[in-house]
């Protein structure tokens, strides 16, 4: 069955970098996209952006330009984000989830990572 | 941007009875040329995954019990449970897609009365 497996929780600095690796199994990569999702502790679900797992290319949502990057290593099924410049407001739980897309852009999520908690303290 | 507010924030569900959780999008997730209705619904529970439960407004996902369903077309949407179990206490989310920009619902916390 269908699997994504993120890395484990993070404690960071302020101004500390942090990748959170996102791996999936049971289906083929390539034919979804990858998207992230914010949750910051008690509040709702954050839309952070999706990759085009066929052509690399990320589409990052408002708020989420410049610090963030999304990445891929298709040879392993995996999708990375990384946040440089970590600020406190970055505490949150990250999750990946996959999806369908097309040249509209992204649909919805049919599965999705347990998440990954993401400290940034001093 | 399109705004997702749902209602009620929380409610409490005597088991067996029906659940109601409204979606309401600050535009129209109508697609008028294929008449299809860009909008999903997850459930959330402590220690898992998010689960999807519906897209395109009323299309259970495989695997989903028959007691939830979707509903609602436009800008106004429904998530009823019928029947409630104690396995569907959770957070309900909705979710636009018909806009690039992708936006969730502040979710409904689903309790046991």
């Known amino acids: 069955q269908v699997q994504l497996v993120q890395s484990g929780s993070e404690l960071k600095k302020p101004g500390a970098s942090v990748k959170v690796s996102c791996k999936a199994s049971g289906d083929s990569f390539t034919d979804y996209a990858m998207s992230w999702v914010r949750q910051a502790p008690g509040q709702g679900l954050e839309w952070m952006g999706w990759?085009?797992?066929?052509?690399?290319?990320?589409t990052y949502a408002q708020g989420f330009t410049g610090r963030f990057v999304f990445s891929l290593d298709t040879s392993v099924s995996t999708a990375y984000l990384q946040i440089s410049s970590l600020k406190a407001e970055d505490t949150a739980v990250y999750y990946c989830?996959?999806?369908?897309?097309?040249?509209?852009?992204?649909?919805?999520?049919?599965?999705w990572g347990q998440g990954t908690l993401v400290t940034v303290s001093s | 941007d399109i705004v997702m507010t749902q209602s009620p924030d929380s409610l409490a569900v005597s088991l067996g009875e029906r659940a109601t959780i409204n979606c309401k999008s600050s535009?129209?997730?109508?697609?008028?040329?294929?008449?299809?209705?860009?909008l999903a619904w997850y459930q959330q529970k402590p220690g898992q995954p998010l689960k999807l439960l519906i897209d395109w407004a009323s299309t259970r996902e495989s695997g989903v019990p028959d007691r939830f369903s979707g509903s609602g077309s436009g800008t106004d949407f429904t998530l009823t449970i019928n029947s409630l179990q104690a396995e569907d206490v959770a957070v309900y989310y909705c979710?636009?897609?018909?806009?690039?920009?992708?936006?969730f619902g502040q979710g409904t916390r689903l309790e046991i009365k």
């Open positions: 989830a996959r999806g369908y897309y097309d040249n509209s852009g992204y649909y919805y999520s049919d599965y």
């Open positions: 990759i085009n797992t066929n052509t690399g290319n990320p």
């Open positions: 535009q129209s997730v109508l697609y008028s040329s294929n008449n299809k209705n860009y």
């Open positions: 979710q636009q897609y018909y806009s690039p920009l992708i936006t």
